[in-house]
């Protein structure tokens, strides 16, 4: 079956500028995930939504990240006033939920998508 | 604070041999512990967990993995590597009292030469 889409694969902006990148996860599943990879390193957790709320958002840097899931499916996360050090390669993961203590699931990630601020 | 290390930034094997990335970690609970696989340009893929129950765990493409918790381990291992291995390997940590988000170590690249 289909996994994890991200789009774009590849997304140059300028600094200042306003970013959105997409997730689509499996079918299916109800828990979404963002990281993020910055060269060299490993992913380092943003955000996480059961549904369509954020039950953890305490990985965003700074309130210029933004992250929707508005009918439990795909999600978007928003990127304003860009900076060079946003630079990274966006990861998205999808599970099917059972998430929590008593979690165990896998999480299944994207491509990713490569943001470059100039 | 939970932690993952990889202690390795690079493992050399020739193919045939067997392979071994180590892994250690540290949580306040019980760990639950995956490691990945990541190609140039892709994504990351999932090839084994340890969640409970017996301490070496199969996975994907022959790997395996041995959780050992008296040494905070989980190395991941394979009896005999393939070119086709190459490519950057993450274990990574999730605290089972946490709501879900994973714990990436740096990942460590393995190179496999025929």
């Known amino acids: 079956g289909a996994g994890v889409s991200q789009t774009p694969s590849n997304k140059v902006t300028e600094k200042g500028k306003y970013v959105e990148l997409r997730c689509d996860p499996i079918?299916?599943?109800?828990?979404l995930y963002w990281y993020r990879q910055s060269l060299g390193q490993g992913p380092e957790f943003l955000i996480y939504?059961?549904?369509?709320?954020?039950?953890?958002d305490s990985g965003l840097p700074n309130d210029r990240f933004f992250a929707v899931r508005p009918e439990g499916s795909v999600s978007t996360l928003k990127i304003q006033r860009t900076e060079r050090g946003d630079s990274a390669v966006y990861l998205c993961?999808?599970?099917?939920?059972?998430?929590?203590?008593?979690?165990?699931?896998?999480?299944?990630f994207g491509p990713g998508t490569r943001l470059t601020v100039l | 604070a939970q932690s993952v290390a990889q202690p390795e930034d690079q493992v050399n094997v020739a193919e045939g041999n067997p392979l071994t990335v180590k892994c250690t970690y540290s949580?306040?609970?019980?760990?639950?512990l995956f490691w990945y696989v990541q190609y140039p340009n892709r994504g990351l893929q999932f090839l084994l967990k340890?969640?409970?129950?017996?301490?070496l765990v199969k996975g994907s493409y022959g790997f395996e993995a041995e959780f050992n918790k008296s040494q905070t381990s989980f190395h991941l291992k394979k009896p005999s590597a393939l070119v086709s291995d190459s490519a950057l390997y993450f274990c990574?940590?999730?605290?089972?009292?946490?709501?879900?988000?994973?714990?990436f170590g740096k990942g460590t690249k393995l190179s496999v030469k025929p």
């Open positions: 939504f059961q549904g369509t709320g954020a039950a953890d």
């Open positions: 990574a940590v999730r605290d089972g009292g946490s709501q879900g988000n994973l714990i």
């Open positions: 079918s299916g599943h109800t828990a």
């Open positions: 340890y969640i409970t129950g017996d301490n």
């Open positions: 993961a999808s599970s099917e939920g059972l998430a929590g203590p008593l979690g165990t699931d896998t999480q299944y």
């Open positions: 949580v306040s609970g019980n760990p639950y």
